[in-house]
């Protein structure tokens, strides 16, 4: 089955930078560069947003919140999506997600605190 796991969040002090990864294990079925790949966030106590788009051909889309600070790619040969988020702030604090293939990852946590 189908199967993302994320990792790279952390603890960081505003205006720090991390790179999320999102691994994925699909089956021999499914072709990684053909889809979509997506980043979420959630807040505690808030609804889980989308932060960043990349499909298959290389186009990007960013939610406004974070524009000109965080950049998608994705690496096909390894089946994985990376998010590199920079000038980090406080309200970028939450639990992220990668969505793909209709499912969820488990979700890394990022923590922008002084």
């Known amino acids: 089955q189908v199967q993302l796991v994320e990792s790279g969040g952390g603890l960081v002090q505003p205006g720090g930078s991390l790179r999320l990864s999102c691994a994925a294990s699909?089956?021999?079925?499914?072709?990684?560069?053909?889809?979509?790949m997506y980043w979420y966030r959630q807040a505690p106590g808030k609804q889980r947003d989308l932060v960043a788009t990349?499909?298959?051909?290389?186009?990007?889309n960013y939610a406004d919140s974070v524009k000109g600070r965080f950049t998608i790619s994705r690496d096909n040969a390894k089946k994985t999506v990376y998010l590199q988020m920079n000038s980090l702030k406080a309200e970028d604090t939450a639990v992220y997600y990668c969505?793909?293939?209709?499912?969820w990852g488990q979700g890394t946590p990022v923590t922008v605190s002084s």
């Open positions: 969505y793909a293939f209709g499912v």
């Open positions: 990349i499909t298959s051909g290389g186009s990007t």
């Open positions: 699909v089956p021999s079925g499914i072709i990684f560069r053909l889809y979509a």
